[in-house]
T-cell receptor, first 113, second 119 residues
C-alpha cells in the first residue's frame, strides 16, 4: 500500500498542553500537507511544506519535514478544546507522476477542557 | 478563498436506487477534482480523479460502471452511485485543486462530504 502511517492513532490531552503527531511516508514527494477533519465534515487544509523546506510555522502550528527519514511531525501548541479533530498528513505522489494525494492513517486528537 | 460545495450532505435511500452527488468549486476553476470514500474512523481512500472534458481515472479496485463520474465544466463534477446497495453506504468526499493539471504545491480544497445510507 502507498498509504503513509501516522502515530499515535489517538491522543488525549488537556487544554493548554502541546500535541505532537508524526507521519511517515513511502515515496519521493514534492510536498507534504497536513489536514484537519472535524467529525462528519470535510477536510480543512492546515499547512503545506515543500520538499526543500525543513520547518514551517502557522499560528500555533509547527510542521517539520525530514526527507531523509521520510517523516514529518505536526505540533500544536497551547491546545484548545476546539482543536479536537482528526489530523491527516498527505503527500503528493511525485513518484507516480500524478496529481493525487496519498493520505496517512490519521491521528484522532481529543483535547479536554 | 477557495470554497468547494458538496450536495447533498446526507442521503438515505432504498437498495437499487441510483444516487447523484454534486461537487462544485464556487470561486475558482478546477480542471481536476477528486472523489474519496471514507469508512468510520479510517482515512480517505481515493476512488477516482475527475478531469474536466475527459474520462475519469479510477483507482485500482473501483468499479467505473458502479461509480460514474462526470466533469462537464470547470466548476462541477458529479459522482453517481448506480444501483446502490447497503455495502455502498459510506461517507463520500470530493476535493478540488486550483489551477490546471500539474499545479504543484497547491492544496486541495474539500467539500463537506455526503453521508450515504442505503437501506
Amino acid at each position: 500500500s502507498q498509504q503513509g502511517e501516522e502515530d499515535p492513532q489517538a491522543l488525549s490531552i488537556q487544554e493548554g498542553e502541546n500535541a505532537t503527531m508524526n507521519c511517515s511516508y513511502k515515496t519521493s514527494i514534492n510536498n507534504l500537507q497536513w489536514y484537519r477533519q472535524n467529525s462528519g465534515r470535510g477536510l480543512v487544509h492546515l499547512i503545506l511544506i515543500r520538499s526543500n523546506e525543513r520547518e514551517k510555522h502557522s499560528g500555533r502550528l509547527r510542521v517539520t519535514l525530514d526527507t531523509s527519514k521520510k517523516s514529518s511531525s505536526l505540533l500544536i501548541t497551547a491546545s484548545r478544546a476546539a482543536d479536537t479533530a482528526s489530523y491527516f498528513c498527505a503527500t503528493d505522489a511525485l513518484a507516480y507522476n500524478t496529481d493525487k494525494l496519498i493520505f496517512g492513517t490519521g491521528t484522532r486528537l481529543q483535547v479536554f477542557p | 478563498g477557495a470554497v468547494v460545495s458538496q450536495h447533498p450532505s446526507r442521503v438515505i435511500c432504498k437498495s437499487g436506487t441510483s444516487v447523484k452527488i454534486e461537487c462544485r468549486s464556487l470561486d475558482f476553476q478546477a480542471t481536476t477534482m477528486f472523489w474519496y470514500r471514507q469508512f468510520p474512523k479510517q482515512s480517505l481512500m481515493l476512488m477516482a480523479t475527475s478531469n474536466e472534458g475527459s474520462k475519469a481515472t479510477y483507482e485500482q479496485g473501483v468499479e467505473k460502471d458502479k461509480f460514474l463520474i462526470n466533469h462537464a465544466s470547470l466548476t462541477l463534477s458529479t459522482l453517481t452511485v448506480t444501483s446502490a446497495h447497503p455495502e455502498d453506504s459510506s461517507f463520500y468526499i470530493c476535493s478540488a485543486r486550483k489551477g490546471f493539471r500539474g499545479g504543484l504545491n497547491q492544496p486541495q480544497h474539500f467539500g463537506d462530504g455526503t453521508r450515504l445510507s442505503i437501506l
